[in-house]
């Protein structure tokens, strides 16, 4: 299986979702492929979004970076997650995210905001990634994983200060539920603790932003 699929298939396990499609068919590499306003961007990962007039239809498409897939072609986190691959890796979990959330809500017909569609990419990114190093390192336990992710990450600064400040705020929501959600990782020996962690995270997943928002701040009140 591809490691795209992989992740997907990961993402999908964790949080109990099944969407008809693999995202290898809404994948594009070439940017000379996306729409006019696209082509000019720099970011190895975009997700692209179109929606019928009448709201009725959704059409969608993954860009990743041809350098970072082949990138990671050689240094495939499925085997191996390291400093050398880490980056990579992040940013096609984000986008894999990205697709897997914009689906399973298209499909049950719910809408997505912009601040829940990043938001749960970086939940999702710590928790897929811890997952992937405890199963290659079943003696260890990343306590560092969630330093890299929200206390070295900072927002593209060619970014609008808007957006920037979007992705901030996602950021400072997705560490203070990622913080909780480790201690019950940390746990995950206990007996039950693994389905807490695991119940914890399907109910997150189908909260509207405004859910998602108040229940970390009471969870971390």
Known sequence: MRLLSRLQA??????????AHDVHDFLVT??????????????EEELLLAQS?????????LYLDPALLERLKHA????????GNVADCLTALEGVSH????????????????????LQAEVDKFVASHLLLRRQHPEHFPL???????????????????????????SRYAARFCERLEQGMARARRPGATAEVL????????????????????LTA
């Open 76 to 83: 495939d986190p499925w085997r191996r997650l390291d400093g």
């Open 30 to 43: 070439d940017r000379r492929q996306l729409p006019v306003a696209a082509r000019g961007g720099s970011a």
């Open 53 to 61: 007039p009448d709201g009725a239809e959704v059409a969608l498409s």
């Open 99 to 118: 697709f897997v959330y914009l689906a399973w809500h298209a499909a049950h017909d719910q809408p997505v905001s912009l601040l829940e569609l990043e």
């Open 199 to 218: 119940a914890e995270l399907r109910r997150f997943y189908r909260l509207t932003t405004a859910r998602k928002r108040a229940h970390i701040e009471r």
């Open 144 to 170: 560092e994983l969630r330093r890299v992710l929200f206390e070295h990450a900072h927002p593209d600064p060619r970014l609008a200060p808007g957006r920037a400040e979007l992705y901030r705020e996602a």
């Open 10 to 19: 990961l993402i999908g396990g964790i949080y109990d979702v099944r969407i």
